[in-house]
């Protein structure tokens, strides 16, 4: 059993339709992290949350901490093809991070 | 600030043989962690070391391992090599231990096993 689940796995869009990834858990967690993966690149650190209920921006990424602070959602507007690439939602666990199976998004010009 | 860099960037083996992959982590960073990614099971951990020590294993056979130096960077080692190997082999340097903080990731070793 994964320990985060995130949907959809893949998601392939035209430039400027918006989208929502979505990352689940069974158990509630303290902080989780976003992190961005383009094609040839190692992850990069997009945001921490680590409040339930807390919401951050990053120009058009928004990202929501759920409530129980069980799940999380990613929110892009108006997507454009740099936005491209493998998004994975990650928690501490047992002294190890932890990643969901991440969400493959391809944004077509 | 240099990144994590990783060495070799591609490689390709046989099954049977041992490979030796290498990561110099951010300087002052004493945390390094090493994950498998494949396209089926995504990131999967396989050891973090802090200070010369390994802290955290993962689900993965004795064939895997490393090892950190006293200048942080560090190694690690798959023996007799199977085709199911075949991965990209990511670092990731932080200045804290346990997953705690953001991780830095190298750009990876991609490993072929044929």
């Known amino acids: 059993t994964q320990l985060l689940e995130q949907s959809p796995q893949f998601l392939s869009i035209q430039e400027g339709e918006n989208l929502t990834v979505y990352c689940n858990s069974s158990s509630v967690f303290s902080s989780l992290q976003w992190y961005r993966q383009e094609p040839g690149e190692g992850p990069v650190l997009l945001v921490t949350?680590?409040?339930?209920?807390e919401v951050k921006k990053l120009k058009r990424l928004t990202f929501q901490f759920g409530d129980a602070r069980k799940d999380s959602s990613l929110h892009i507007t108006a997507a454009q093809p740099g936005d491209t690439g493998l998004y994975l939602c990650a928690l501490t666990s047992y002294g190890k991070l932890t990643f969901g199976q991440g969400t493959i998004l391809t944004v077509h010009p | 600030k240099a990144g994590v860099t990783q060495t070799p960037r591609y490689l390709i083996k046989t099954r049977g043989q041992q490979v030796t992959l290498s990561c110099s982590p951010i300087s002052g960073h004493r945390s390094v962690s090493w994950y498998q990614q494949t396209p089926g099971q995504g990131l999967q951990f396989l050891f973090e070391?802090?200070?010369?020590?390994?802290?955290n294993k993962g689900n993965f056979p004795g064939r895997f391992s490393g090892r950190q130096f006293s200048n942080s960077r560090s190694e690690m080692n798959v023996s007799t090599l199977e085709l199911g190997d075949s991965a990209l082999y990511l670092c990731?340097?932080?200045?804290?231990?346990?997953?705690?903080?953001?991780?830095?990731f190298g750009e990876g070793s991609r490993l072929t096993v044929l």
């Open positions: 990731a340097s932080s200045p804290l231990a346990g997953g705690t903080g953001e991780l830095f």
């Open positions: 070391y802090f200070s010369e020590t390994q802290r």
């Open positions: 949350v680590v409040t339930g209920g």
